[in-house]
């Protein structure tokens, strides 16, 4: 059993996270760190587990004691964390953060198994991608191995409140959240450095913007993201082109038939579908941004990691209705 710590355990994604675990094959969880919480039990904070555990949050770190250590804190203070602990070097890191998704002066891999896998596979510290970057990447790499990203791409795409966090504030709350639909960050999401990365890796360079614009949605799971690319290839060279590359894709698919956000919520799959007017490709794409988007792909690198099937725990079923 591959043995599993939790930091920052008693949010959103930690919720997910130890929900995923306790029903993986494979996985104990070990320990799962909240200081707030410390002595309560996990089902007082994450309400849809009582009857699955009597796991408590725990203040301590046995980091001795563990194989793998997923850190869910937020943005920026996963540097700071390792800057005042120590992990043994044994112990694997999967961080759900910002703070080292940008290739620089450290080891961690970018976690995006459709263009990672190997490196991954031999990674012992993995940075997880951010939730609209999953999901617009997904969309684009086809596009980018077929060299269409000359022309800067207008990107939009649609979030759940989850994507917020667990801590309300004053765009999140649901007497703001409800009937009401709003944009930020247009054009400066933070994603979009590492949306670039991941293109310019598969294409070999990216000259042309990725003009994103993120929308709060009226719902709590799931992103659907529409991106529009100026290209004269042929559409069905481009839609055969999609398919190979996800060909063995463990849970992103291509589909001929237009998507629905519905049919990706409350699993780890990415939907694809591409569509052609005149000169114009569009593709959209959907993902729920708590599992392929956070702890479902942060599963999935674990599994690569430690030499598992690569769907083990992540066998989940959409919410049709």
């Not at 703001?176 to 294409?203: C, D, G, M, T």
Request: aromatic share 10%; charged share 20%.
């Amino acid at each position: 059993m591959i043995k599993v710590g939790i930091l920052g355990a008693a949010g959103y994604t930690g919720g997910e996270l130890i929900r995923l675990l306790l029903n993986h094959p494979e996985a104990e969880i070990v320990f799962a760190n909240s200081e707030s919480n410390a002595g309560n039990l996990v089902s007082d904070v994450h309400e849809g587990l009582i009857g699955d555990t009597d796991l408590k949050f725990t203040d301590e770190m046995p980091f001795n004691q563990v194989d793998v250590v997923f850190f869910c804190f937020g943005h920026g203070k996963s540097e700071q964390f390792l800057k005042e602990h120590t992990i043994p070097a044994n112990v694997k890191i999967i961080d759900l953060a910002q703070d080292f998704r940008i290739k620089g002066d450290h080891d961690y891999v970018y976690g995006l198994p459709e263009i990672n896998k190997e490196e991954i596979q031999k990674a012992q510290h993995v940075a997880n991608p951010g939730c609209f970057a999953t999901c617009i990447q997904v969309a684009l790499l086809p596009a980018a191995h077929l060299n269409l990203l000359k022309e800067d791409v207008a990107v939009n795409a649609i979030t759940g409140s989850t994507g917020a966090g667990q801590k309300p504030g004053a765009t999140t709350h649901f007497s703001w959240r409800n009937n009401n639909l709003s944009i930020y960050k247009p054009f400066q999401h933070q994603h979009i450095a590492e949306i670039r990365q991941s293109l310019k890796q598969v294409q070999g360079y990216l000259d042309a913007d990725i003009d994103f614009i993120p929308y709060r949605g009226d719902f709590a799971r799931g992103i659907f993201c529409t991106a529009v690319i100026k290209t004269p290839a042929p559409v069905e060279d481009v839609i055969e082109a999609y398919k190979e590359f996800y060909h063995d894709a463990a849970f992103t698919h291509y589909s001929d038939k237009p998507i629905d956000l519905k049919q990706v919520v409350n699993t780890n799959k990415a939907l694809v579908h591409v569509e052609k007017y005149g000169n114009k490709l569009l593709v959209t794409s959907a993902i729920d941004n708590l599992l392929k988007g956070a702890v479902g792909q942060a599963v999935q690198n674990m599994n690569l990691m430690f030499g598992i099937n690569e769907t083990a725990g992540l066998r989940l079923k959409a919410s049709a209705f």
